[in-house]
């Protein structure tokens, strides 16, 4: 009767309509939504079907999206380092200020990018604004990506990296986690380490998390359109989602981790917004969480459309996301 | 070429479409939200403008909603008693076995309906809900309603209650709460005992606050024709919040806690769902008792409609929700 996948009566319909900026919103989240004419990851008619599809959108979309380490660092107040760990490429930022508490802890981020953008000097990004906020050091994993490695080896990169910083870090001071993709991976990285035996980390970062790739959650309806980052998911997501899978069942655990077991999972922080195309991920990971009796908080934004916090990076919407971060890891780390 | 969804500067428009009951809501929620033909609240060509309008309006909308106490009382292993406190009417509810931790504890409930609507003995029914689940006494107040008490009657009867209980009760052993403008109501109460320099509350529960009666909050606007119960802004809560402010500014702190000072509330749990016309409400909420440093723990469920959990209370969604709130209870009440 409620099929899946297929919108059809007892689904309702909802009339077009004018969405004015978000009036509770901060001024500079205003501008922000205000001033993106389409969203970014919308596709238009263009397909990525073929590999030469693919091989242009990413060529387009890699160019230019990257901040250059040297200024980066600087503006930041850290230091960025290209590394190796177990052969996996990895970006290491220390702040010139470590806080007294975080001397011996670790973040470990993954970044975002639907699994296949936002590697290379683009995947530090984020980790360097953590560093940054918490005082805290970082590495940001630069996994492997489709079309040369799709399904599982961007799991396999985040596990061999973590157990690699294991021998040199207590498994509760090290932190995981990202935003979109990156939490995704986070909470599959999570369930691939509990089935190995392998001590968990002391915390989850789980920001805006693409956490069922298979076109279930609610508000891929709600808000696609009203989302100005992501757009809907028939597109890009879909696209990126086939990419990724490489013909996986899109509901394999370790593709949603949503299908997985979430027992025993670190204590775990979620943001999202209102507009966020992503709401039903988060919301549907706090609770799952929640029922398996662990820790964990959720953070909704008002008018924020997907991963708002990283595409307005100076509104205080940001500020107070990395603020409430920096304490959740402060009360979790050990 | 990325233009996917047309937009106009500084809002933009959303195309029509059709909205698939949510995959992931329980079957339940599933069933509740593709049986609402239309939205509860919604009063299509109905204007409420006359108090002949009004009248006509609440005597339909009052005519039926109210299960008969003995039943209730039977149901739900609790017994409920007529009183007035402070010379205003109050049901108060005793479940039949008081957990041991509650023994000293009170639950004040306001029950919800739009400051117009939800009175005499409709008032009682989420709060026998409160004492069955949690094991906790209970006190609901029937505050006093427009049209004949407009605001600030239904504060000052909040807070003459309280006040009378306080007599009995340590405060930190009360919490205080309900949902919709029972939650916005809870927060204006707050306001005022704060300001009279009154001992607050240990806990409070706001579900689904209606904190922003001015059109402020974005999913007024992006879940508008979304909710299944509110409907949109426009009619009902709009004439609602017109007829209770009764002149006065619906940005007034009392009416709109949202423009209030929330430091040094207390900790308090918030609830509401994906699809929730106050979901704004209650997220800016959430974030202003963050931003005071207020325990503050948020609570979203997928697909939900405002005030679902009420609304399907046989839903899997609506029992979680309550054990949240008891969890929260047992460990903020002293």
Redesign the interface.
């Known amino acids: 009767l ?3 996948y ?3 009566a ?16 901060s001024e500079q989240l ?1 501008t922000s ?12 008619d ?1 397909r990525l079907e073929t590999s030469e599809d693919w091989e242009a959108f990413l060529a387009v979309r890699n160019s230019g999206q990257t901040i250059p380490l040297e200024p980066l660092a600087q503006m930041s107040d850290v230091t960025i380092e290209r590394e190796q760990i177990a052969g996996i490429n990895v970006y290491r930022v220390i702040p010139n200020e470590i806080a007294p508490e975080h001397t011996d802890h670790l973040f470990l981020h993954v970044h975002g990018g639907g699994y296949v953008l936002g590697g290379g000097d683009a995947s530090v990004t984020e980790a360097v604004t953590i560093a940054s906020a918490s005082g805290i050091p970082a590495i940001s994993i630069d996994y492997r990506m489709p079309p040369d490695y799709p399904f599982p080896t961007a799991v396999e990169d985040t596990v061999a990296v973590y157990k690699e910083v294991l021998k040199t870090h207590e498994a509760n001071g090290i932190a995981l986690g990202g935003t979109s993709a990156g939490g995704g991976l986070a909470f599959a990285a999570i369930l691939q380490l509990k089935d190995q035996d392998i001590p968990l980390p002391g915390a989850l970062y789980a920001g805006t998390p693409w956490a ?1 790739l298979s076109n ?4 891929l ?6 989302d ?1 980052v992501l ?2 998911y028939e ?1 890009f997501l879909e696209a990126a989602a086939l990419l990724y899978a490489n013909g996986r069942d899109l509901k394999d655990p370790l593709l949603s981790p ?1 299908y997985g077991d979430f027992g025993g999972f670190p204590p775990t922080i979620l943001f999202s917004g ?2 966020d195309l992503l ?2 991920d988060t ?2 990971s ?2 799952k969480l ?2 398996a009796s662990v820790t964990a ?7 924020m459309s997907h991963a708002g916090y990283l595409v307005a990076g100076r509104a205080p919407e940001a500020q ?1 996301m990395f603020a ?1 971060l920096s304490r959740f890891l402060k009360a979790h780390l050990h």
């Open positions: 409620f099929n899946t297929a919108a059809e007892p689904g309702m319909t909802v009339k077009s309509r004018n969405l004015p900026v978000p009036a509770a919103a205003q939504i205000a001033s993106t004419g389409a969203a970014f990851f919308a596709l238009g263009q069922d279930t959650s609610d508000t309806s709600t808000n696609a359109g009203v100005r757009g809907s597109g949503l209102t507009r709401l039903s919301v549907r706090h609770r929640r029922a908080d959720l953070h909704v934004f008002e008018g107070v409430e």
